[in-house]
C-alpha cells in the first residue's frame, strides 16, 4: 500500500481524495469497517480516517458504532433521488419501456455511459426473465456489451478515444474484444449500422441488439437495448427487431428533448 495518487486524484485534491474513499465503500456492497477500506488504499492511515471522518461529518457516510463499519449515509440518498429526476434517462424512457418490453417479449435495458462505463439506469423483464449481470443501478463494461458500444461508437472523436482508453479489456468470454484496435474497428462499423451487437461478449448465452439514444444535435444521451438468450434467439434473428428498437430509441431522444432543455 502506498501513497501515489493518480492524476484525476491530484487534481481533484481533497475532494478527489473523499469522492475516491467514498467510491471504494460503496463498491464493496455492505457494511465495512475501516481495515477494509484501508487494505488496498493509496492513503496513509491518518490520511484515510481523516476522510472517513470528513465523510462521516458530512452525512454522506454513516458509521455503527456498536459494529464498527461505515456505510453510504442518508445524504447520499437523497442526493441520488435528486440526481435520478434531474439526470437520469429513466423517468421520461418508462414509458417506451414498457411498450417495447410488452411488444417483444424481451428483456429491455436502458443506460448511460459515464467515463467509458455503463450506467444501467431502467429494466424491464420478459415475461420469463433469465439470469444476467445487468439491473438498474449497476455498473458494466462498455467495451463488450452492446449498449455500451452504441454509446461510445457515437460520442465525438475525442470523446469516443478517452472512453475506449478506459476500457480493462478483460476476457469474459471466448468472444470478448480484448485490444483498443478490434474495438475501434467495431464501433466504426457501428456508426455504419446504426445498431451494435453483444454476441457473448460479457456472459455465455446471453445476446443483445442496442441502439444509440441521441439528441437533435446527435449527442449521446444513452443506449437502449433488446436483450435475450442463444437458446431462444439467433443473432440473425434478434436483427430482425432493430425497426422497433431504433423507433423506440428514436421516441425516448424527442421526449428526452424537453426534459433535458425545460422552458422554465
Known amino acids: 500500500m502506498g501513497s501515489m495518487e493518480t492524476p484525476a486524484e491530484a487534481a481533484g485534491g481533497t475532494v478527489g481524495k473523499a469522492l475516491h474513499?467514498?467510491?471504494?465503500?460503496?463498491?464493496?456492497g455492505r457494511p465495512v469497517r475501516f481495515n477494509d477500506v484501508l487494505d488496498g488504499s493509496p492513503y496513509p492511515k491518518a490520511t484515510l480516517y481523516r476522510l472517513l471522518q470528513t465523510l462521516t461529518t458530512q452525512g454522506l457516510l454513516s458509521y455503527d458504532e456498536d459494529r464498527q463499519t461505515y456505510a453510504p449515509g442518508m445524504r447520499l440518498?437523497?442526493?441520488?433521488?435528486?440526481?435520478?429526476?434531474?439526470?437520469?434517462?429513466?423517468?421520461?424512457?418508462?414509458?417506451?419501456?414498457?411498450?417495447?418490453s410488452s411488444e417483444v417479449g424481451e428483456t429491455i435495458h436502458l443506460a448511460?455511459?459515464?467515463?467509458?462505463?455503463?450506467?444501467?439506469?431502467?429494466?424491464?423483464?420478459?415475461?420469463q426473465p433469465v439470469e444476467m449481470?445487468?439491473?438498474?443501478?449497476?455498473?458494466?463494461?462498455?467495451?463488450?456489451t452492446g449498449v455500451g458500444k452504441a454509446m461510445m461508437a457515437f460520442l465525438k472523436p475525442n470523446e469516443r478515444e478517452q472512453a475506449v482508453q478506459n476500457?480493462?479489456?478483460?476476457?469474459?468470454?471466448?468472444?470478448?474484444?480484448?485490444?483498443?484496435?478490434?474495438?475501434?474497428?467495431?464501433?466504426?462499423?457501428?456508426?455504419?449500422?446504426?445498431?451494435?451487437?453483444?454476441?457473448?461478449?460479457?456472459?455465455?448465452?446471453i445476446i443483445c441488439v442496442a441502439a444509440p439514444i441521441l439528441s437533435s444535435n446527435?449527442?449521446?444521451?444513452?443506449?437502449?437495448?433488446?436483450?435475450?438468450?442463444?437458446?431462444?434467439?439467433?443473432?440473425?434473428?434478434?436483427?430482425?427487431?432493430?425497426?422497433?428498437?431504433?423507433?423506440?430509441?428514436?421516441?425516448?431522444?424527442?421526449?428526452?428533448?424537453?426534459?433535458?432543455?425545460?422552458?422554465?
Not at 112 to 127: E, H, M, P, S, T
Not at 135 to 141: D, E, F, R, S, T
Not at 183 to 196: M, N
Open 112 to 127: 448511460q455511459i459515464d467515463r467509458g462505463q455503463v450506467l444501467y439506469v431502467d429494466k424491464r423483464n420478459a415475461a
Open 21 to 28: 474513499v467514498l467510491d471504494m465503500v460503496a463498491e464493496k
Open 167 to 205: 476500457q480493462s479489456f478483460y476476457r469474459h468470454t471466448e468472444h470478448t474484444l480484448t485490444t483498443s484496435d478490434a474495438l475501434q474497428a467495431e464501433l466504426g462499423q457501428i456508426r455504419v449500422d446504426g445498431v451494435a451487437f453483444d454476441r457473448e461478449e460479457h456472459e455465455p448465452g
Open 133 to 144: 449481470f445487468s439491473q438498474a443501478g449497476k455498473i458494466g463494461p462498455g467495451y463488450c
Open 218 to 264: 446527435s449527442r449521446v444521451i444513452g443506449a437502449l437495448s433488446i436483450t435475450t438468450t442463444t437458446q431462444k434467439y439467433s443473432l440473425e434473428g434478434l436483427d430482425a427487431l432493430r425497426p422497433v428498437l431504433l423507433q423506440t430509441a428514436q421516441d425516448i431522444a424527442q421526449a428526452a428533448e424537453n426534459w433535458q432543455f425545460p422552458s422554465s
Open 77 to 100: 440518498v437523497r442526493l441520488a433521488h435528486s440526481a435520478w429526476r434531474q439526470s437520469s434517462l429513466a423517468p421520461v424512457a418508462r414509458p417506451f419501456l414498457d411498450t417495447l
